[in-house]
């Protein structure tokens, strides 16, 4: 099993549509969590962290399940910008805090 | 706002040959992470640098790959002799700490080996 798992996806959506992405995780002893954003071609981008109580940014939503190793990103009102490949990243436990990257979920936003 | 740099952006070459990127972190910055990223898939970490000591190189194919940091501040990361597989965007990030939440990442070198 893969440390840290995503939806396959493509996602395809239409603008204004609410899309959510699901992410496992393995380490149970995994500190911190966060979502990058990486659009094509180009390189990730800290999109938001994830905290235990869940947090929102704008149109943006995460959330934390400690308990079942699960996070989620929720994108309402979806924006055109907002096509992207969408990389759940987790930060274990250890001296040196080693960050393992999932392997994205692509999003297209469609007019 | 400060960057990432890392040349070359882009790099062709035939197999068996060597190869080399160099990234420089933004300034200040103690951590720094060589990933690779095949296509389609996410960023892999090769090596972590915490200062000059290499902290975690576990997923660094050793027989082939090097990444040094001499002075704690710009890394070159070489591939000798480069393969085929090895075909793939190599992306540098660095944090002001281990800890900090938010790894900057540099433009990447897209690297082709015929």
């Not at chain 1, 959506?13 to 380490?27: K, L, M, R």
């Not at chain 2, 640098?49 to 710009?74: H, I, N, T, Y």
């Not at chain 2, 597989?85 to 002001?96: E, F, N, Q, T």
């Amino acid at each position: 099993r893969k440390e840290v798992e995503q939806d396959p996806g493509p996602f395809n959506v239409p603008e204004g549509a609410t899309v959510a992405f699901n992410c496992t995780y393995s380490n149970s002893a995994s500190q911190s969590f966060f979502w990058y954003r990486q659009d094509c071609r180009k390189e990730p981008k800290l999109l938001m962290s994830v905290y235990s109580s869940g947090n929102e940014d704008g149109r943006f939503t995460a959330q934390l399940n400690r308990a079942s190793q699960y996070i989620s990103l929720l994108i309402r009102d979806s924006k055109l910008s907002d096509s992207a490949t969408y990389l759940c990243v987790v930060r274990a436990g250890t001296s040196y805090d080693k960050v393992i990257f999932g392997p994205g979920t692509s999003l297209s936003v469609i007019p | 706002e400060a960057e990432v740099a890392q040349s070359p952006r882009y790099k062709i070459t035939e197999k068996s040959q060597a190869v080399a990127f160099w990234c420089d972190p933004i300034s200040g910055h103690a951590t720094l992470y060589w990933y690779r990223q095949i296509l389609g898939q996410g960023p892999e970490l090769l090596v972590q640098f915490q200062d000059e000591s290499v902290v975690d190189d576990s997923q660094l194919p050793k027989d082939r790959f090097s990444a040094e940091r001499l002075k704690g501040v710009d890394s070159t990361l070489k591939i000798q002799p480069a393969e085929l597989g090895d075909s793939a965007m190599y992306l540098c990030a660095s944090s002001l700490l281990p800890q900090e939440e938010t790894q900057y990442f540099g433009p990447g070198t897209r690297l082709l080996v015929l």
